[in-house]
């Protein structure tokens, strides 16, 4: 399994944004200048997820499909034991996860889904943080299972970009 964003959909100015902090900083703008361009990726899936999965198609029990899912960004390490209620989530006044709906994304083909449209984040009023992580959550706050999980590149959330946004067809996530 591989989940990743599509570079191509990735903007040359950061992860999330085409103006910001994230220009003005020298390693940045030497890796924009070369045309090097940030990825999400080293990706999987949360292990509770997994072994519904795997139950599922070994017709142990049918795998039931979140009710909601929800992209959240961490500030701190997640991964497969990580559950949504996981510490080190991005704060700030305003930040709630994101739901994805299927209306958010394309129906599977080739293996892959993709987002239909642009993910957008609150803006930022007070505080932020560093993403280095994000999940797919099956709860918009809180506790819940990690559906899907993801290192990001380092990227600051403050006051002084606009709202951390994936573009469309940015996020792709490919089964193989």
Not at 23 to 44: F, Q, T, W, Y
Not at 82 to 107: D, V, W
Request: aromatic letters at 6%.
């Amino acid at each position: 399994m591989q989940i990743k964003l599509n570079k191509a959909h990735i903007t040359t100015a950061g992860l999330w944004w085409g103006t910001g902090a994230d220009l003005n900083d020298p390693a940045i703008r030497a890796l924009i200048d070369r045309n090097v361009r940030p990825v999400m990726g080293a990706a999987s899936i949360g292990n509770p997820v997994e072994n519904k999965i795997l139950d599922h198609i070994t017709n142990q029990t049918s795998y039931t499909m979140p009710s909601a899912a929800s992209l959240g960004l961490w500030t701190s390490t997640v991964d497969d034991t990580s559950t949504a209620a996981t510490a080190g989530e991005l704060t700030y006044t305003t930040y709630a996860r994101q739901a994805i709906s299927a209306t958010n994304m394309s129906p599977a083909a080739a293996g892959s889904v993709t987002n239909d449209v642009a993910i957008t984040f609150p803006a930022v009023t007070a505080g932020g943080g560093t993403v280095t992580f994000w999940m797919l959550c099956s709860s918009a706050s809180g506790a819940g299972d990690n559906i899907c999980w993801g290192t990001a590149t380092s990227t600051v959330i403050s006051t002084t970009q606009t709202p951390p946004t994936v573009a469309i067809g940015g996020l792709v996530i490919t089964l193989d």
